[in-house]
């Protein structure tokens, strides 16, 4: 009853949006969708910016392994009009067409014989009739070529992308891969609108991503003088069904159809002579045939990820590449092998056969046929632990080849089964880097399941999930069913927790969330074609997370029914075709860029709300007077919301009180604008002109006002970044030093960048600031840094989510007592300015690691005066210091295991173990070499002790330097065999002893003292000193524990205030400890010792105890022996 009572409720719903409207004849498709495996949340594919093909280049065996989002698409509506000379049969569509929507040359922006996408006209067309015919002439022109990137939903950002890449030589080049001139003209529009293509007799050419990434093209009609179809072109759409390649066709292009959703035959016609790589990946392809014998080569992967069996092939052929067929059904006579035969059963051209396929093989080469039932899924199926389902038996894994309906029984050896574990019909092994092929089409859940686990179904083909009955459900995990193409779903009414990603890239058109829903999770519902949001009294719901409903296609949307809704996050339904909202009455807070490119002109907002983000409303249509969305907060603005970049506040609220106003302008009138950079300073003038316009204005507006008080005090916050940048920038040009010089331009680059950025935190500012004072130091060869000992670090990193592995590097600077500094990110760097063997630019932190790569860097200043015994005696939870970051944790970990790297190479030279300050504020020991020796020899008169004796020294130019008269501080790292200093002494020339005033920590001992010569640092005595060898590559250094203090100087005075001098003309015998320098260290580790074992005082003894058995024995044998 409530299943029926539900659909009841959906179907008024739907039909109360619909009739006010009346465009039954024209209501989009919902059915055919996106499938896509990229792997999101923000941080893990920006999915709707990847066009670049040479993102798909890599070679990578999984799908998630793609640059470019490869996607699988579907549709459902079967009614199809046969046409042999069409890609894909156009479906019959009974569609009564206004005059006005009817497709005419002005709906399009041409240029001679080229057609270049939408004009403003067709786009707003499109938004009513979905089925677009292209013109044919242009005057009296033939229009024979589709543009590249011409009719991309997302152009206006992928042409920038595309044409901004570097080629071979540092080349930037605006041509595609046919030699035309990419020009960004058209306009870009909701990926859900263009449903269908007729492209009308006369054209030859369809160019690079003409039409990809339009998830619901379902019908697409060629004309028969059509001759090539270039990369990407018809990638990542939605047909169904069978292929006919047109008669006329010549070549493809790499990539055309990747996952475009066909399924069925693939018919080759013979004018076609070149099928491109990797052409047909990623479809549902069963079976192929070749009409000609014009065909040479089968390219790389050019049939990946399909449903081949077993195909006839062209004698022609003479190059198959081993990857062509991979991961398909295969032949199950032939142990699920793809079997490639020809007319005959003749191999002229001398095939090979692969793992991946058999040419013509022998019957001797078949396998027997497991007994299994494959319409029957039992507990043998299925693998368990207690009330856990974890996956698919041998068995099982065996009868989903076959079987694609999946049932999981309630009880499975007479236990209830509860939960499925994470990833346990995930259709990708992430750790073995290969496609199970699963495929599952339909699953039905047991009765009493609770739980469905992180991945659990990602990657299939299922169209829908019904959980409606299953009242026990109250979680749905990360990414459960991403990537699939589900397009119902009915959920149950205690479902609480929709987790992040967890139906991100499906064909969802309808939604009805139920009451009891308490998280929508980051992306959960990203990239679908939802077009109605359905959401009845939800009062545990009071955040939507970010990017949970990015792109899709809603139209209204009421929020009403969470009553306790506080927070809208980021992006959360940016990329719609919003044209009315409704907020409930507890609203306070809506993110950056969360409505974001829609249709949105006004809105109304309870006076509830705290905070509007200034980019909330971006690319919006606004209203006609303002040319922006016009914000009304019912009542008065009573916290002080500033106007944003696209929308403006109650507009008839006129400012009053302009004090506020009056400072800012003081505080700009205050500043030194001839510290600042030349653009910085005229930014400021003109702000100050601004300010001075405003308070002269008699009708200024409290939104107006309120918006330049935000933006002056943020671009006044900010202003420390460009005075660092201009300093760092003179520092390069008076340096000669390439390397520093290049570490330091990255900064000012990404300074430079993110200046005006407001989603950096003041976290990652400050951060910011340090790295760029830290860097100038390292290049003017002054403070701290530039006397540090630098050690490269290195962690491939390997996670369990659905994204390659990278390489995380770290350059990490040291003090001589193993105190880290300073860690600098280079992990951009690793591969930088070199090609893949496609001549591709190797990119290692790419679109898949980039946002959880951004979100793990903000740990690296909590590493600042941590040491290095610290990270190699403590995990990235137990050392307490470093940021918890949830959504990024495996990258957090994998920069600690960067640093750890590091730090086992970071070992100290003795003789350059010690830092000297001066505490006259005097430099002129910059210049000169530091030596510290560690001398071989005793004193008399500390016979009592045992000693380290130390002779330092400055020289110049070789030569001992005398510096008198002046106050230093000295910090000696202590013997790390023995434990406290008892006391310090200097010996003068003539061996007279001189106790000094000392403080000591674990690690180092300091005192003062006005002139150099010899010191000694006397321990205490044992009479039983450790005997065991001391590793010389175990690193040095502990956390600053505050240790004992020697006499009256206040203990660990030196954490924090001594420094190296030493510089680029000290030598050292480890490379990777070289002070001032800034060497660094391979990735790879040769001969790494392991750290060698101490004996501890009970073994000495435990051996001394043997010995002396030993000789009773032996007295007792001789005794013995005489008798």
């Known amino acids: 009853m409530k299943k029926i009572l539900k659909k009841v409720i959906a179907f008024i719903f739907i039909f109360s949006l619909i009739l006010p409207t009346y465009s039954f004849a024209k209501s989009s498709d919902v059915n055919g969708g ?8 923000k941080n893990q594919k920006n999915v ?3 066009k670049k093909k040479e993102f798909e280049k890599k070679d990578k065996i999984s799908k998630d392994y793609s640059k470019k989002i ?5 549709n459902k509506d079967k009614n199809k009009v046969e046409d042999k000379n069409s890609l894909q049969q156009l479906k019959n569509r009974n569609v009564t067409e206004d005059e006005d929507d009817k497709w005419n040359i002005s709906d399009f922006v041409v240029e001679g014989e080229i057609i270049y996408g939408f004009s403003q006209k067709g786009a707003l067309k499109l938004s009513k009739n979905g089925n677009v015919k292209l013109p044919s002439k242009n005057g009296q022109t033939q229009i024979t070529t589709v543009a590249s990137f011409a009719f991309d939903p997302n152009k206006k950002v992928d042409i920038p992308d595309y044409v901004g890449r570097e080629e071979d030589g540092g080349i930037k080049s605006s041509k595609d891969v046919d030699g035309f001139e990419i020009k960004n003209l058209g306009v870009g529009f909701n990926d859900t609108l263009l449903k269908s293509v007729t492209i009308p007799d006369g054209y030859k050419l369809i160019c690079q991503d003409a039409f990809d990434f339009n998830k619901c093209l379902s019908a697409i009609s060629l004309p028969k003088t059509i001759t090539r179809i270039s990369e990407y072109s018809f990638a990542h759409i939605a047909l169904d069904g069978d292929l006919v390649l047109p008669s006329s066709l010549k070549t493809l292009g790499d990539s055309a159809f990747m996952g475009s959703g066909i399924s069925g035959t693939l018919t080759i016609d013979e004018a076609l002579t070149d099928l491109g790589e990797r052409t047909f990946k990623e479809n549902r392809i069963s079976n192929v045939v070749f009409k000609g014998q014009n065909i040479t080569k089968l390219g790389e992967k050019v049939f990946e990820d399909n449903c081949i069996t077993k195909i006839t092939i062209p004698k022609s052929i003479k190059e198959i590449k081993d990857d062509a067929f991979n991961e398909n059904s295969g032949d199950e006579n032939y142990g699920y092998i793809v079997t490639l035969w020809t007319d005959d059963k ?25 007994d299994i039932n494959y319409n029957v899924w039992d ?11 974890k996956g698919f038996s041998k068995i099982g894994k065996l009868k989903v080849r076959k079987n694609k309906n999946l049932t999981i029984p309630d009880e499975i050896n007479g236990v209830k089964i509860t939960e499925i574990a994470d990833g346990a019909f995930r259709n990708i092994d992430i750790e073995n880097n290969y496609l199970r092929k699963y495929d599952l089409e339909t699953v039905v859940f047991p009765k009493y399941i609770e739980k469905i686990g992180d991945f659990a179904f990602q990657s299939n083909y299922l169209t829908e999930v019904d959980v409606q009955d299953n009242e026990s459900l109250t979680k749905i995990g990360k990414c459960a069913f991403m990537d699939n193409k589900i397009n119902t779903l009915s959920l149950n009414d205690g479902l609480k927790v929709i987790d992040d990603a967890a139906f991100h890239i499906n064909s969802l058109g309808f939604v009805f ?3 009891s829903i308490e998280k929508i999770g980051m992306s959960a519902f990203r990239q679908n074609n939802i077009s109605n949001l359905m959401l009845l009294n939800c009062p545990n719901l009071t955040e939507i997370g970010e990017m949970a409903f990015l792109s899709n296609a809603i139209e209204t949307l ?25 907020f409930p009455s507890g609203i306070e807070e809506i993110k950056e860029q969360a409505f974001m490119d829609n249709k949105i002109k006004e809105v109304n907002i309870p006076d509830s709300i705290k905070k509007i983000a200034f980019n909330a409303f971006d690319d919006n249509i606004g209203v006609e007077k303002y040319k922006k969305v016009e914000v009304e907060i019912e009542g008065k603005n009573k916290n002080n919301i500033p106007d944003g970049s696209n929308f403006v506040i109650n507009v008839d609220e006129i400012s009053k009180d302009r004090k506020e106003l009056e400072e800012v302008v003081r505080k700009i009138s205050n500043l030194n604008l001839d510290q600042f950079q030349d653009d910085t300073k005229k930014l400021f003038l003109d702000s100050k002109a601004e300010g001075e316009s405003l308070l002269n204005k008699k009708d200024l507006r409290e939104g107006q006002m309120l918006k330049y008080i935000f933006e002056t005090n943020f671009l006044i916050d900010r202003s420390n970044i460009d005075i660092l940048v201009k300093k760092a920038k003179e520092s390069i040009s008076k340096s000669t030093d390439k390397e520093k010089n290049s570490l330091l331009q990255s900064k000012i680059d990404y300074a430079e960048k993110n200046f005006k950025n407001s989603a950096l935190t003041k976290r990652e500012v400050n951060r910011l600031e340090n790295e760029l004072k830290l860097l100038t130091d390292l290049v003017n060869g002054t403070g701290e840094i530039s006397k540090a000992i630098m050690v490269q670090g290195h962690h491939e990193l390997k996670t369990p989510l659905s994204i390659p592995s990278y390489h995380i590097v770290v350059n990490v600077y040291f003090d001589t007592t193993g105190k880290i500094l300073y860690v600098l990110d280079r992990s951009y760097d690793v591969g930088k300015g070199k090609k893949s063997k496609y001549g591709v630019d190797i990119e290692n932190v790419d679109e898949d690691n980039a946002g959880y790569h951004k979100l793990a860097l903000d740990t690296l200043c909590d590493y600042t005066g941590l040491y290095s015994k610290d990270i190699l005696n403590n995990t990235v939870d137990s050392i307490g210091k470093i940021t918890k970051v949830e959504k990024a944790k495996y990258h957090v970990e994998g920069f600690y295991n960067a640093v750890k790297d590091a730090c086992l190479d970071f070992k100290i030279d003795e003789n350059k173990s010690c830092n000297v300050i001066s505490l ?9 070499k530091l030596v510290i020796k560690k001398l071989d020899e005793k004193v008399d008169s500390l016979k009592d002790y045992t000693t380290d004796i130390f002779d330092i020294h400055f020289e110049k130019n070789n030569k001992e330097v005398n510096i008198k008269d002046k106050k230093f501080k000295v910090t000696i790292v202590k013997d790390k065999k023995l434990k406290d200093v008892k006391k310090v002494c200097y010996i003068s020339d003539d061996g007279k002893i001189q106790d000094l005033t000392f403080s000591q920590n674990d690690e180092t001992v300091s005192f003062e003292t006005t002139h150099f010569s010899k010191y000694a640092l006397c321990y205490q005595k044992s009479s039983s000193n450790p005997t065991s060898p001391t590793n010389p590559t175990n690193p040095i250094g502990s956390g600053g524990s505050s240790g004992s203090s020697g006499q009256t100087t206040p203990s660990g005075s030196n954490s924090s205030s001594s420094s190296s001098s030493s510089d680029n003309s000290s030598s050292s015998s480890s490379s990777s400890s070289q002070s001032g320098s800034d060497n660094t260290k391979g990735h790879n580790k040769v001969n790494k010792k392991s750290l060698l074992p101490k004996t501890s005082i009970s073994e000495n003894i435990f051996e001394i105890y043997l010995l002396f058995v030993s000789f009773v024995v032996l007295i007792f044998l001789r005794k013995i022996k005489r008798s």
């Open 920 to 928: 006259d504020d005097d430099e002129t020991i910059r210049d000169l």
């Open 70 to 74: 490869e996607s699988k698409v579907e």
């Open 513 to 515: 969330l139920p009451s």
């Open 34 to 41: 996106l499938k896509n495996n990229s792997k999101d949340l």
């Open 558 to 582: 009421d929020l009403t029914a969470i009553p306790n809704l506080k927070k809208i996050g980021i992006q959360s339904f940016a990329q719609n075709i919003i044209n009315d909202i409704k």
């Open 379 to 389: 507990d043998k199926d299925f693998e368990t632990d207690k009330n856990v389902l």
């Open 346 to 370: 003749t191999n002229p051209n001398n095939l090979k056969d692969t793992p991946f396929y058999l040419i013509n093989p022998s019957d001797d080469k078949k396998v027997q046929k497991p």
């Open 48 to 50: 709707d910016n990847q």
